[in-house]
Structure formats: structure tokens, C-alpha cells
């Protein structure tokens, strides 16, 4: 059982930032591509931003020049830094993990930006 754990959610105000992370115990963290989607009420769940084991990034045009997502393989744990925060971006978001053809979710952490 892949357990993929995520922590930073909250509210904030348009314009702020926050710092999402998700840590796992699998051994084999530095392997995996590892992501962040969300999800708002009547949408479908969206992939916001990537990492893959070699490093390289992917991101939705709606978050690039703000959103960055990195990896820390020692600590088995991926983040995803929000900045320019707006109410968009307003939703469930969660940790996925792409382990050989399998992706695995979090339990979603929930972030609102309001004013």
C-alpha cells in the first residue's frame, strides 16, 4: 500500500504564498514521477505540475512563472511552492505518484485563496 501524505493547505489572501509537501515511505522515491493535481467542485481533477525522476518539470499553463515543484530525495518528499496566489487556484490538491504503470493519490489537502 503506496501511502503518499500532504501537509501546507490553508487560506490565504490573493497575492500570497504557500509551501505544499507530500513525503512517502517508499524506498524507491528517487524512481517515481511524482505530481500535484487539483481539484474544484464540478471539475475535473487537473494535473498542475510535474517532476520527473531525473528532475525535469512539467506545469499547466495557468501556474507557470508561479507554481515551482521540487524534489528531495533523501527526505522522500516532492513540494510544490505557490506564489502570486489567486482564486483560481482555490481547491482540493493532491499528491500523485506514477509507480511504474500505477498512480497513486493522496488523501488531498485543501487550499483557498480569498480575500
Known amino acids: 500500500q503506496v501511502q503518499l501524505v500532504e501537509s501546507g493547505g490553508g487560506e490565504v489572501q490573493p497575492g500570497e504564498s504557500l509551501t505544499l509537501s507530500c513525503v512517502t515511505s517508499?524506498?524507491?522515491?528517487?524512481?517515481?514521477?511524482m505530481g500535484w493535481s487539483r481539484q474544484v467542485p464540478g471539475k475535473e481533477r487537473e494535473l498542475v505540475a510535474g517532476i520527473h525522476s531525473d528532475g525535469r518539470t512539467d506545469y499547466v499553463d495557468s501556474v507557470k512563472g508561479r507554481f515551482t515543484i521540487s524534489r528531495d530525495n533523501a527526505k522522500r518528499t516532492v513540494y510544490l511552492q505557490m506564489n502570486s496566489l489567486k482564486p483560481e487556484d482555490t481547491g482540493v490538491y493532491y499528491c500523485?505518484?506514477?509507480?511504474?504503470?500505477?498512480?497513486?493519490w493522496g488523501q488531498g489537502t485543501q487550499v483557498t485563496v480569498s480575500s
Open positions: 500523485n505518484a506514477l509507480i511504474h504503470t500505477a498512480l497513486y
Open positions: 517508499e524506498v524507491n522515491f528517487r524512481d517515481y514521477t
